[in-house]
């Protein structure tokens, strides 16, 4: 088990590109969270998936992001005409159905300039 | 509302001192309590969690934690400090039906003086 993965870990990128994160969590986890850090705060929630289902979703996810797990397993996270605002460390997380901890990825650094 | 409190944005010890962290949640339900630590660029790392039953619990690298309910407070404590314990430390509250969703303090960096 090599824990969670994310791709890539730093991305630069001109505003008003459309950029996609990828996360591939711990094999037996069938939930995977999304979540955002900037700079000096803590990671805040996105969303949620149980197994390829959506179940939740923040109202920090604007309509230019959006969140994908078509076959349960990976995820991809795009933000489409991305905005500085949108500088940020994104961080994916997996659990297990009825599991008690959430294990992090290293995060995929975000730079709009 | 729910929310996560760490009142010291950044804390500085001497190596070999002893270290608290300190952590005021306010939740509705009974809460699920968390201690991440983050180096810097990296991802978080759990330290110890607290879901009930003795209210002092013990984590990696030597820190524990003690959940007052009274104080709604859950602080991180460490008797004696390394150098490698410096980085960004997060408290985090979270439902029992929802482990991965979770709330987090702001978070309290800590240095460590040789």
């Known amino acids: 088990d090599t824990g969670v993965s994310q791709d890539p870990r730093h991305k630069i990128t001109k505003r008003g590109q459309n950029v996609t994160f990828r996360c591939d969590p711990i094999?037996?986890?069938?939930?995977l969270y999304w979540y955002r850090q900037t700079l000096g705060q803590g990671p805040e929630f996105l969303t949620y998936?149980?197994?390829?289902?959506?179940?939740?979703k923040s109202r920090l996810l604007s309509d230019r992001f959006s969140a994908e797990r078509p076959k349960g397993s990976f995820s991809t996270l795009e933000i489409q005409r991305t905005e500085q605002g949108d500088s940020a460390m994104y961080l994916c997380?997996?659990?297990?159905?009825?599991?008690?901890?959430?294990?992090f990825g290293q995060g995929t650094r975000l730079t709009v300039v | 509302a729910q929310s996560v409190t760490q009142p010291d944005i950044h804390i500085t010890v001497s190596e070999g001192a002893s270290l608290e962290l300190r952590c005021n949640y306010s939740?509705?339900?009974?809460?699920?309590l968390f201690w991440y630590v983050q180096s810097p660029g990296q991802g978080l790392q759990l330290l110890l969690k607290?879901?009930?039953?003795?209210?002092l619990v013990q984590g990696i690298k030597g820190f524990e934690a003690e959940f007052k309910r009274s104080q709604s407070s859950f602080n991180l404590r460490k008797p004696s400090v390394h150098w490698s314990d410096a980085a960004e430390y997060f408290c985090?509250?979270?439902?029992?039906?929802?482990?991965?969703?979770?709330?987090f303090g702001q978070g309290t960096e800590l240095s460590v003086k040789p």
């Open positions: 985090a509250v979270g439902d029992r039906n929802q482990g991965g969703k979770l709330i």
């Open positions: 094999s037996e986890h069938n939930r």
């Open positions: 939740y509705g339900a009974t809460p699920y």
């Open positions: 997380a997996s659990s297990s159905q009825g599991g008690t901890e959430a294990f």
């Open positions: 998936f149980q197994n390829e289902a959506q179940l939740e």
């Open positions: 607290y879901f009930s039953g003795d209210t």
